[in-house]
T-cell receptor
Framework: GQQLNQSPQSMFIQEGEDVSMNCTSS?????WLWYKQDPGEGPVLLIA?????ELTSNGRLTAQFGITRKDSFLNISASIPSDVGIYFC???????????FGQGTRLTINP | DTGVSQNPRHKITKRGQNVTFRCDPI?????LYWYRQTLGQGPEFLTY????????KSRLLSDRFSAERPKGSFSTLEIQRTEQGDSAMYLC????????????FGAGTRLSVL
């Protein structure tokens, strides 16, 4: 079945640093989504990407849909304490309807 | 609050008991999804509805699991004869057809089977 490989699995950074994480797949997706999940809560949508090569920003977050449609990355600039959490990439295939998720990247920020 | 609502937030049950969870989607959304998430993993798809029709079920959804969306609005997920392996976070999401895969998630129901 489809699998997304997300890396790194965890990151420990200092406040103010930039963060980069990525997702790769053996399958082609129509849409890439990035979610953030806090402990005990559901995933919250951060960014949606619809076209190969698309670069989209949401505040300090920037994400790109890879040219091959098999990968995506998420950058967070100037990290702040509230960025702590688990970030998930998810791929969507038109017709299949379900989202396929990566394993998550756990971000920890040292003040 | 017009987001996806799930109840209860937490459920502790003994092995062998039946449990039922409820999901109220965003009101204008015609698609509703159930996912299961275990510790340290991303959510895994279980099933989805378009209006009241259940259109796809994952192989993860054993015969002990049943989901309904009787009037195309709220949905219920029932697990019969719970097992310890059913312990997980059960997430509900909703979407509007034609929006390219964007799904909005509820806060989840955390099930602990003792």
């Amino acid at each position: 079945g489809q699998q997304l490989n997300q890396s790194p699995q965890s990151m420990f950074i200092q406040e103010g640093e930039d963060v980069s994480m990525n997702c790769t797949s053996s399958s082609i997706f129509n849409t890439w989504l990035w979610y953030k999940q806090d402990p005990g809560e559901g995933p919250v949508l951060l960014i949606a990407l619809y076209k190969a090569g698309e670069l989209t920003s949401n505040g300090r977050l920037t994400a790109q849909f890879g040219i091959t449609r098999k990968d995506s990355f998420l950058n967070i600039s100037a990290s702040i304490p509230s960025d702590v959490g688990i970030y998930f990439c998810a791929g969507f295939i038109q017709g299949a309807q379900k989202l396929v998720f990566g394993q998550g990247t756990r971000l920890t920020i040292n003040p | 609050d017009t987001g996806v609502s799930q109840n209860p937030r937490h459920k502790i049950t003994k092995r062998g008991q039946n449990v039922t969870f409820r999901c109220d989607p965003i009101s204008e959304h015609n698609r509703l999804y159930w996912y299961r998430q275990t510790l340290g993993q991303g959510p895994e798809f279980l099933t989805y509805f378009q209006n009241e029709a259940q259109l796809e079920k994952s192989r993860l959804l054993s015969d002990r699991f049943s989901a309904e969306r009787p009037k195309g609005s709220f949905s219920t997920l029932e697990i019969q004869r719970t097992e310890q392996g059913d312990s997980a976070m059960y997430l509900c999401a909703s979407s509007l057809a034609g929006t390219g895969g964007i799904q909005y998630f509820g806060a989840g129901t955390r099930l602990s089977v003792l």
